[in-house]
Structure formats: structure tokens, C-alpha cells
């Protein structure tokens, strides 16, 4: 991935909602998905460029993206995702932010040298132990998921050592390191309406006894981090493998300041979804982006600017707060929205970003956006999806785009400044990622199904639903909290 920062964990605290969902038919599996979000207070733009080009170095240097965790309910820094996993026997709690560009799911352990005992995010912290465990065992060197580990870069084996290990190093010097185990993973699983089971898989994961780096940093600190790539590793895809869940998995991040959405392990179904294939064998969710229009024009950019290589491309990264450009795009972008607000907003520059002022509705007077990609299939953005509002001034209002040019290497990343108010679903399955413009805050249906022919082995389960294609209906809901698959704490937010 890029030379900049995975998150942008642009995220400002903005109070807690919760947002069950009730919902019917078998799958998908839930989890309680939480946000810690700033208040309503503005945060220097700056501030979110510095941590997502930390971010995006992670990304190229290793093939692993990972990122310390940030999250304090401070308003002039940052919020974080997170969600509640259940790990061993007896189940044990753990608090692990949730990172789709990275594959595995790893927690801090006992006798971890450099793990935060507390939070500043006002969770109680937890560790991990196998010994404690009557179902845990260790991953060896000689076992096929080690082997696989070791193939992608997630694990590492030594001749003095036959455990399994990983070492993940960051450019800004944080890091973690520990060994993989083998322990039950406790869920959710929806029945039917108004039934949900607590269900349970095996899988591995990773033991953190060592953190460096941001990672020791108590006032943003969390259990561990759980990982949604595409690699053997990650829990999608040790769930999926062996029939237990979707090859699939959907998220819809509410763009408002409230904050929350849904994240299920499922396809959101919904008639509006356009599709576009994923670029093989990368480690990140790469597309093909072949233009960009503004007001329907399409920019003069060569469509070699956004072909996938080594340090180009086109990410859809969620844990990346804003949107970066390659320079060749960048330019071209710029230019053509000032060119259309010519007349009807003031061009300013606020600290290096490329701002307006404005005292009419800012809908009414910038253009429509339509990001092009493979398929035929376009990601049309509003301008309160490409522009962040920075405030008020004299009776204007001062607004700033949200895409930033990158300086060092071409990669052009999506992310949560144009990913929120839609359903994304990850088609594994099918090697596509679709989306739709929607208002999270609404309920959706969830399939179990991940392709239009390919039907999801729920024997494990024992999960009763038709054999037809019947979509499970998520519906928000503040009053049945015991159907609760999300608790998402919102995304991303400028105030």
C-alpha cells in the first residue's frame, strides 16, 4: 500500500450510539462493532494528513498493514473502530480495532513487555493467556497454516524456534511481535427472527508479547487489532474455508455526526449495488480506477496514472481517513472544481489546503464528482463527499477539499471521506467490491449468499433458512438490544 498512513483515523469523538440490529433469516455472523468519536470540535486537517501518511508507509514497506492504535475521547485528536471479540475457553473478552487492510486478528497476551495496561478510551483492557485456556494450543512451525503465514508475510519461523511467530514493523518504528495460537472464537449467530446463538469456531490468531512504538501508548489503547484482508490468515478467510461464513463481508458508515453503521459478515443486498472487479493477487483491496469526471467531464489524466505496480494504484482502504490522489491526478482535479466555482465561491488557501468560502448552499453551487472504475461501475460523490467543512467565518462558510496530493509515490487511496454513507460489500468470493450510495442510519438486508449461484455451507451451524436466496433484514433499533450485531461508534467526521 502507500507511503502514508492506514487510517486516517480522522475520526472525531462525537459521543456514543448504538445501533442494534434486528435482523432475520441465518446468517450473517455479528459482532459488536465500537467507536470512540470525538466531540464537536474542529480538528487541523494537518493533524489527519501527518497520521494517514504514517499510515500509508506501513503500507508500502512490508506487505502487512498495520497501524498503532489511536483513539482518545481528547477533540483535537482522534477516535478509532474497535469491536468486542471473544476468545478461548472460558471465553475471555478482548477490545480489537478493526483494520480491512491487514489479515490477522492478534491479541496482547500475558507477560507482553511494552503492552499498556490502560486506556484512555475508558475500556478495561485484557490479555490473553493459552495456558488458561483448556482449548488453546500452540501453532507449530511444521503446521500448513504456519506454512501459509509464512508465504504472505504474517509469519516467520527460526531454527532455534519451532513456534509459530510473527514480527510486524512499522516505518514509524512501532510494532508488535508474539506467536500464533489455535483457540475457540465465540459469536453471534442470527437463527431467525428474533433468535440468535452463540456459536463458536476454531481458529488462529496471533499472541502479542512484545509492543513498540505508538502501540505502548495507554491514552489509544486497545487489546489488539483484528485484521479483514483476503489472506489465509484472517479470520474471513479461515470462517469461510471451512463453511462457517459468507466469503463475503458488508460495511455502511453513517457520515453523520452521530456516527455508527453496520458491519456484518454477509453481502448487504440492495438493488442499487454496482460491482467492480478486485486487481488479482494484491495484498490490499485494490480496483481498476480508469477516470475521473467532474460535472460529467472527464479529466485530462493518462489512465497509466492509476494502473496497479509496485507504488501505484487504487486502495479502497477504510482505516484511511481522507482521499489521496496521485500528483498527475491531483492537478487536474483541483483545477477543474475551481474552474466551476469560479463565480460563485471564493478561492482561499488554508494552511497548504485548497479552500472556499461560500454563503449559499454549498450543494447548489459545487459539482458532482464520478470516480470511473472497471465494469462499468462509477462511485458518483456529493460535494459533502469530497469537501470538508472547516467552518464559519463573517457570515461565510469556509469549506476544503478533502483529497490530498500525493507527494512521495502515485497510489491513489479512498478512504473514509468518500466511503461514508454507502454500503460496501467484499465479494471474496468473487473477487469484486460493490457499493451504493445509502443512508446507513436505515436498516438493509444481508444475504448469506456470496455471488449470485453460490450458496453458503451452514451445516456447522445448524442455521435454519430457506434454500433460496432469502436476504436477512437488518432493521436499527435502539429497544432490542439482544439482537445487537453492531455497535458502531461513527467513522469519519470534520467538524
Known amino acids: 500500500m502507500p507511503a502514508f498512513r492506514h487510517a486516517g483515523f480522522l475520526i472525531l469523538v462525537l459521543g456514543a450510539v448504538f445501533l442494534p440490529a434486528v435482523v432475520y433469516c441465518g446468517f450473517p455472523k455479528s459482532l459488536k462493532l465500537e467507536r ?75 507477560a507482553c513487555s511494552g503492552c499498556p495496561k490502560y486506556s484512555g478510551l475508558n475500556i478495561a483492557m485484557n490479555f490473553f493467556d493459552a495456558a488458561a485456556s483448556s482449548t488453546a494450543s500452540l501453532v507449530s512451525c511444521s503446521d500448513e497454516i504456519c506454512n501459509l503465514a509464512v508465504q504472505t508475510l504474517d509469519g516467520g519461523c527460526t531454527a532455534q524456534n519451532s513456534q509459530c511467530g510473527y514480527s510486524f514493523q512499522y516505518g514509524d518504528g512501532s510494532g508488535t511481535s508474539g506467536y500464533y ?101 494484491q495484498p490490499h483491496y485494490n480496483l481498476y480506477l480508469q477516470s475521473i469526471a467532474v460535472n460529467g467531464q472527464i479529466l485530462p489524466i493518462d489512465p497509466a496514472v492509476f494502473a496497479t505496480s509496485s507504488n501505484r494504484g487504487t486502495i479502497i482502504d ?16 483541483v483545477n477543474a472544481i475551481n474552474n466551476a466555482v469560479s463565480q ?57 477539499i478533502g483529497f490530498q496530493r500525493v507527494q512521495d509515490q502515485g497510489m491513489t487511496i479512498l478512504g473514509d471521506l468518500v466511503l461514508r454513507d454507502k454500503i460496501f460489500v467484499y465479494d471474496l468470493a468473487n473477487q469484486r467490491i460493490g457499493w451504493a450510495n445509502y443512508d446507513c442510519s436505515l436498516s438493509v438486508n444481508v444475504s448469506t449468499i456470496s455471488g449470485k449461484d453460490e450458496f453458503i455451507n451452514t451445516g456447522q451451524l445448524s442455521v435454519s433458512c430457506s434454500s433460496e436466496i432469502v436476504p436477512c433484514r437488518f432493521i436499527s433499533s435502539s429497544t432490542m438490544a439482544f439482537l445487537v450485531s453492531i455497535y458502531m461508534f461513527g467513522r469519519f467526521m470534520f467538524l
Not at 506487505?63 to 492504535?69: A, H, L, N, R, S
Not at 475457540?184 to 431467525?192: K, P, R
Not at 479552500?355 to 472504475?373: A, E, K, M, R
Request: hydrophobic content about 40%; proline content about 5%.
Open 181 to 281: 495460537v489455535q483457540d475457540m472464537f465465540f459469536f453471534d449467530t442470527v437463527l431467525g427472527k428474533s433468535l440468535v446463538a452463540n456459536s463458536s469456531a476454531t481458529i488462529v490468531f496471533g499472541c502479542s508479547n512484545y509492543q513498540s512504538g505508538d502501540l505502548t501508548k495507554p491514552d489509544r489503547a486497545v487489546d489488539g487489532i483484528f485484521g479483514f484482508g483476503q489472506h489465509e490468515l484472517s479470520v474471513i478467510s479461515q470462517l469461510s474455508s471451512r463453511g462457517v461464513a459468507p466469503k463475503v463481508f458488508s460495511h455502511c458508515l453513517i457520515g453523520a455526526n452521530s456516527g455508527g453503521g453496520i458491519l456484518v459478515f454477509g453481502g448487504i443486498v440492495e438493488p442499487n449495488i454496482v460491482y467492480s472487479p478486485l486487481v488479482p493477487n
Open 318 to 333: 477504510s482505516g484511511t481517513t481522507l482521499a489521496y490522489l496521485a500528483a498527475e491526478a491531483y492537478d487536474p482535479f
Open 36 to 110: 470512540a468519536f470525538p466531540v464537536d470540535q474542529r480538528v487541523e486537517l494537518s493533524e489527519f494528513r501527518a497520521r494517514d501518511r504514517v499510515r500509508h508507509r506501513r503500507i508500502l514497506q512490508g506487505g502487512i498493514v498495520d497501524f498503532p492504535v489511536e483513539g482518545t475521547y481528547n477533540p483535537y485528536t482522534v477516535g478509532l473502530y474497535f469491536t468486542r471479540v471473544k476468545l478461548g475457553t472460558p471465553p475471555k473478552e478482548f477490545y480489537v480495532q478493526i483494520d480491512t487492510g491487514s489479515d490477522v486478528l492478534w491479541v496482547t497476551c500475558n
Open 344 to 400: 460563485s465561491a471564493r478561492s482561499v488557501l488554508s494552511k497548504g489546503n485548497q479552500c472556499y468560502q461560500i454563503t449559499s448552499s454549498v450543494d447548489g453551487i459545487f459539482p458532482t464528482i464520478s470516480l470511473n472504475f472497471a465494469g462499468s461501475a462509477s462511485m458518483i460523490l456529493s460535494p459533502v463527499e469530497y469537501l470538508i467543512k472547516q467552518g464559519d467565518a463573517d457570515g461565510a462558510e469556509m469549506w476544503c
